[in-house]
């Protein structure tokens, strides 16, 4: 079946600091890809999405480029700000949503001023 | 944009007691509803699948009976932990997709979650 495999945590920033977490999966035929933000103590926002090959997902100031090469969705942001200290979800979904989402196990990131 | 609302945010109560969660969708109607189950440190376990006016689609190793779902309209669906014990703790969200012109790349959206305790 679909897996989404994403890099453990938790990760430590500092203010200002180059950000990337690591995501692959594996599916088959061509799933969409998302990354999804979880604040403590509230549910998911959908943070970015890419619906197919070589589709850049963005917003926020983070990116994340659908590599179906390599089967990675890893999500960058140039500089995180302390309020970007949250749990990051890779997931994929066959049906672009609409279908049931495969999540990844969560990378909690915190960044320190 | 589109607002899931949960509720109650945070539930505590006796073993055995039932406890219903509540999933509203504000803006939108809600044809299909999802539950999940997060436990401490792991991600979101598809629990089952509701479409409104019929059955829940339950995943594979969830107790129907157990977690009675209904979602009786197009902006409410619930959530009941029947008979709830210790083992039953754990972070429940839903999520909701809604009616549009181009249903395959709708995301879903995420109600806050409910953090439900038992004693």
């Known amino acids: 079946g679909d897996s989404v495999t994403q890099m453990e945590g938790p990760v430590t920033l500092s203010e200002e600091a180059f950000l990337t977490i690591n995501c692959t999966y594996t599916?088959?035929?061509?799933?969409?890809l998302f990354w999804y933000v979880q604040y403590p103590g509230e549910g998911l926002q959908l943070l970015l999405k890419?619906?197919?090959?070589?589709d850049k997902g963005s917003n926020k100031g983070f990116e994340a480029t659908y590599r179906k090469e390599t089967t990675s969705f890893h999500l960058e942001k140039g500089s995180v700000q302390v309020s970007d200290s949250a749990v990051y979800f890779c997931a994929l979904s066959q049906g672009g949503g609409y279908q049931k989402v495969t999540f990844g196990t969560g990378t909690k990131l915190q960044v320190i001023p | 944009g589109a607002v899931v609302s949960q509720h109650p945010s945070r539930v505590i109560c006796k073993s055995g007691t039932s406890v219903k969660i509540e999933c509203r969708s504000l803006d939108f109607q809600a044809t299909t509803m999802f539950w999940y189950r997060q436990f401490p440190k792991k991600s979101l376990m598809l629990m089952a699948t509701s479409n409104e006016g019929s059955k829940a689609t339950y995943e594979q190793g969830v107790e129907k009976d157990k977690f009675l779902i209904n979602h009786a309209s197009l902006t409410l669906s619930t959530l009941t932990v029947t008979s709830a014990h210790p083992e039953d703790s754990s972070f429940y969200i839903c999520s909701a997709i809604g009616e549009g012109k181009t249903r395959s790349n709708q995301p879903q959206h995420f109600g806050d979650g409910t953090r439900l305790s038992i004693l």
């Open positions: 890419a619906t197919k090959a070589d």
């Open positions: 599916a088959t035929g061509y799933p969409s």
